[in-house]
């Protein structure tokens, strides 16, 4: 797999999710400063990587979604180059017009870091062929403006093309709007492009593939990007 | 001649924090009436918090020293080897004055510091840990003082991305006017890479670095060595505004420069701001500096010598740079978007020259400037020691289940969740231990080796009995890192306390000084950085003496560590140490009873060692699958713990013969563990003996349920609800 992680001022979980790439992988993606102007030849794999990107001081990610870099990973997804954008990321990718919506500030005001519970609503994606399908997995959300919305038209056609990928849900596995930790609509926590080929989501997969600091259900995304790109 | 203006007048003299006598010191020192600028950089270097004047004298008894130290106190961080080629740079630092006044930016600016402090060393910080005091609960401006003082730590920490593992928490009434943000940071580095502030070579740039200087944080060092009174409010122009963005990419900056070897020395601008880390670096090096201020970078216009010398605006660096190397190193901070101007050179005159528009507004000497700080021996009188409290003579009309449900939902044993789910305690994928335990435990890169880090003092002891107190704070601190496994190696401490020049208070810091210090020998836990924040007084009234520990141990293999959640239901219930039931001074009395009276528990510092130890033992042994250490509250509040950590119950015995049941169940003894093991016949009991360490079964792990023999059953869930419940409802925030 050949994957290239972004590096904007103000990313802090590039390594985090490098870290996660090499160890299901086995190999370290290249670093790519957001000056730059392409993406190294033969990427395969784009990252989008999670932090406070230009210190969040305008809306999360409408600088970065700007930056120099950021033409070639609109290419990339065009061409339909595979796109994953991890909180701050995910942020990105919807200021960047890759994806529909914006993530507005949590429902209470405060940042969460706690372990969350999703609902993976479908594997037939490059992201998520390892999971079982409706499998609900523990990742960790890490965010302070992690609130999924958009208009209702846009709602009803992320949900009518099946493109919600994750989902918050209750300990009982059950979606609830009203509970939702962040207060995304739909209790969305991660969609994708109409090719499905450029997904976003808040919570942090690269911090639950390590037996040792948590559980692993972060690991099969990793995995299933690994298996698509061997193929590729 | 240096131009004048204003004049210096007794008013100015005063508003500056000088006394009559440190100006005539000044007088005698440079023989001639100072300038403006020269009276605020005066004022900046001989405030108590930069010249720890009060203290200094004091501080000499700690011990520093040991075979894997590094670094002492004196640097902008301890640093000590923890084998394999790296080492652990770490300090804590308070932000008090400021936290109280503008308690967002206050708490994030001490967060800024403190990891400045850290990678100013060459150090990539992996971790931050607090400890925070509050007023009482229903003290008017608590809530808003705990949402402020939240906010501000998660937003820096969380933005610049480092994991905020550990902390405490503690409510009291005698912080109402003065809270506490004690805040620490814990880095990496390699152990033969480490970057110090004294310059070396004559003629080369010094070099700023970092955001632009505005006109916040001026005085905020001079702020900070005073009481409170009428007026608090009016000092929010001291307070510094942070910028977590712009001390990533200084980080980011800093380790690349250090990495292409362009760093001869290096000092951030904390406390004191340019004055300060400029007369450091030329000290330290037997060195004068010259200084330029027409080449400071400034966010505003206008900017007076006096200002610039002054502010404290944060996420600033100098640095000495390599010969040859200025383009270099000035390319790598364009390239992160940062200030980069030679602001001056060092000189070999030992003066400290200030230059601005073609005049000379300073020319101080530059080694007295901090050697000849007033040094203060300031009266001290002893604390009244207080008699121990008789269990027998408590009238007491609460059940054992009553007192501990009482307890877990009071303010200062209630989840801490609420506080520190606001912080990514997860980010750099190291947590392996997250916070809510005795100490976080942090990966050290690819393992197996790791960090347990941990903060702890019990401010009631140290108002009873300072120097029980301060060898409490020691004890438990090492305590905790013992708990998950960890070989204690050094510790950091944060000084806080009242108005140092009234005699009572002094012989509280005093006295916590040589209990910290006995404890520390007798621990082999050396104190390797510090800070002291006197003057935490309103109207008067002074905070409990709270000389916080942050300690700091490694784990040679991180698979080894253990937490204090039970593992599994049918396992025996251990308790190591002594039990006396020892009540004075106990959460119980003061939560339960509403009396903050008696001794505290007298720490047995040979025990304390012996039972430590042991428990290390079993646990790289692999025979025990839970331990906590038993601290305030005592042994029912420490198995409550273990039990909401896993939700499995536990079969309490009935307390042996001969101590009471409320001094069993809530005695504060020292130097005791609990654990738990699958089969107790494992050898456990025997070796115990053999080391001379107090065992005794207390119990089986089982059920959902705690039982006491004779009184009602305690459902974990009712009491994970208690104790979940007190926080969130208090800040009105919901429990989702």
């Excluded at chain 2, 910028?243 to 900056?253: G, I, S, V």
């Excluded at chain 2, 010598?305 to 502010?311: F, G, T």
């Excluded at chain 2, 000035?330 to 020259?353: C, H, M, N, S």
Aim: aromatic fraction near 6%; proline fraction near 6%; hydrophobic fraction near 40%.
């Amino acid at each position: 797999m050949k994957a290239a992680v972004i590096v904007f001022p103000g990313s802090n979980r590039e390594g985090d999710v490098a870290r996660a790439l090499k160890a299901v992988s086995g190999h370290s993606p290249a670093m790519v400063w957001h000056a730059e102007t392409a993406l190294p030849a033969g990427t395969d794999l784009v990252v989008l990587p999670g932090g406070f990107s230009y210190g969040d001081y305008l809306r999360c990610g409408a600088i970065a979604a700007r930056a120099g870099i950021m033409d070639a990973v609109r290419a990339h997804a065009a061409r339909g180059g595979l796109v994953l954008g991890i909180c701050n990321g995910f942020q990105i990718l919807c200021e960047s017009g890759l994806l529909p919506g914006v993530l507005v500030r949590n429902a209470r005001l405060r940042f969460i870091c706690r372990e969350a519970l999703l609902r993976v609503e479908r594997i037939d994606t490059p992201y998520t062929r390892k999971y079982a399908k409706g499998a609900v997995i523990r990742i960790p959300v890490a965010h302070g403006e992690g609130n999924y919305t958009a208009d209702a038209e846009t709602l009803r056609r992320l949900e009518g093309e099946g493109r919600v990928i994750f989902r918050y849900v209750t300990t009982a596995g059950q979606r609830d709007d009203e509970q939702v930790l962040n207060g995304a609509a739909n209790s969305i926590a991660g969609i994708a492009s109409e090719k499905l080929n450029v997904l976003g989501l808040m919570p942090h997969p690269e911090n639950h593939v390590d037996p040792l600091v948590g559980p692993t259900d972060g690991r099969p995304l990793f995995e299933s990007l690994a298996g698509v790109l061997e193929r590729a | 001649m240096i131009p004048n203006e204003p004049k210096i007048t007794p008013e100015l003299v005063a508003e500056h924090g000088l006394k009559p006598d440190e100006y005539e010191r000044i007088l005698k020192l440079i023989g001639r009436e100072p300038s403006f600028t020269e009276l605020g950089i005066f004022s900046a270097m001989w405030n108590e918090h930069c010249s720890y004047k009060s203290s200094r004298l004091h501080l000499k008894g700690l011990p520093t020293k040991a075979p894997w130290v590094i670094q002492g106190p004196g640097e902008n961080a301890g640093v000590i080897d923890i084998g394999n080629g790296l080492a652990a740079v770490f300090k804590m630092e308070s932000h008090n004055h400021p936290s109280y006044i503008e308690p967002h930016q206050g708490a994030g600016t001490g967060v800024g510091g403190i990891l400045r402090d850290v990678f100013t060393m060459g150090a990539r910080p992996i971790a931050a840990l607090n400890a925070l005091r509050f007023g009482d609960p229903t003290h008017p401006r608590t809530r808003h003082l705990v949402a402020g003082v939240v906010s501000g730590i998660g937003g820096y920490g969380n933005s610049f991305g480092v994991p905020t593992v550990g902390g405490l928490v503690g409510f009291h009434t005698r912080y109402d006017g003065n809270c506490l943000v004690n805040a620490m940071a814990v880095g990496l580095a390699e152990a033969d890479k480490i970057f110090y502030a004294a310059a070396t070579g004559v003629g080369l740039p010094v070099v700023y670095l970092g955001s632009k200087t505005g006109r916040d944080g001026i005085h905020g060092a001079t702020m900070a060595s005073a009481e409170f009174g009428e007026g608090a409010e009016e000092k929010r122009p001291t307070v510094q505004v942070g910028d977590p963005f712009a001390e990533k990419l200084l980080l980011e900056a800093c380790l690349e420069i250090m990495e292409a070897g362009c760093v001869v020395s290096i000092q951030d601008m904390g406390a004191a701001g340019l004055t300060c880390s400029a007369v450091e670096m030329g000290a330290k090096g037997d060195l004068g500096i010259e200084l330029n201020l027409d080449n400071v970078p400034c966010r505003e216009a206008g900017m007076s010598a006096y200002e610039m010398m002054l502010s404290e605006s944060q996420e600033r660096m100098l640095m000495v740079i390599a010969p040859g190397k200025e383009d270099e190193a000035e390319a790598i901070f364009r390239k992160w978007g940062l200030d980069f101007a030679i602001v001056g050179y060092t000189t070999d005159t030992l003066r400290f020259v200030v230059k601005h528009k073609g005049e000379t507004v300073a020319d101080l000497p530059i080694k007295e400037l901090g050697d000849e700080a007033p040094l203060y021996d300031r009266p001290w009188v002893e604390t009244p020691k207080q008699a121990p409290i008789d269990p027998a003579s408590l009238e007491v009309n609460h059940t054992i289940p009553g007192i501990l449900e009482r307890l877990i939902g009071s303010p200062d044993f209630a989840s801490k969740r609420w506080i520190w789910e606001q912080y990514d305690h997860l980010i750099l994928n190291n947590t392996v231990q997250r916070p809510g335990g005795d100490a976080a435990v942090v990966r050290v890169n690819e393992g197996p080796k790791a960090l347990a880090m941990t903060t702890d003092v019990t401010p009631r002891y140290c108002e009873a009995d300072p120097f029980e107190g301060g060898k409490q704070a020691v004890a438990e601190a090492w305590r905790n890192l013992v708990a998950v496994g960890a070989k204690p190696l050094a510790l950091t401490d944060n000084l806080n306390f009242g108005n140092p020049e009234k005699p009572e208070i002094m012989g509280q810091l005093v006295g916590c000084l040589k209990g910290i210090a006995e404890a520390a020998k007798a621990l082999d836990f050396p104190v390797v950085s510090g800070n002291v924040s006197l003057y935490n007084e309103t109207f008067g009234r002074a905070i409990l003496p709270t000389p916080t520990i942050g300690g700091v141990g490694v784990l040679d293999d991180v698979s080894k560590t253990i937490s204090l959640a039970f593992e599994n239901a049918g396992e025996a219930i251990l308790l190591i140490g002594e039990t006396k039931g020892w009540l004075g001074q106990s959460a119980f009395l003061a939560e339960i009873l509403d009396r903050e009276d008696g001794a505290p528990p007298p720490v047995d510092l040979a025990a304390e060692r012996r039972n430590g130890d042991f428990v290390r033992s079993l646990i790289e042994e692999g025979l025990v699958t839970a331990v906590h250490d038993v601290s305030d509250g005592g042994l029912l509040v420490a198995i409550a713990e273990m039990a909401l950590a896993s939700g499995i119950g536990a079969n309490l015995l009935a307390p042996p013969a001969g101590v009471s049941p409320l001094g069993w169940w809530f005695g504060e003894d020292q130097a005791r563990y609990v654990i738990t093991c699958g089969n107790p016949k494992n050898g456990i009991l025997k070796r115990a003996e053999e080391a001379g360490v107090p065992i005794q079964k207390i119990g089986a792990t089982g059920g959902d349920r705690i039982t006491v023999p004779g009184e009602r059953p305690m459902p974990v869930d009712a009491l994970r609800e208690r104790n979940e419940a007190w926080l969130p409802i208090y800040m009105g925030a919901g429990l989702i």
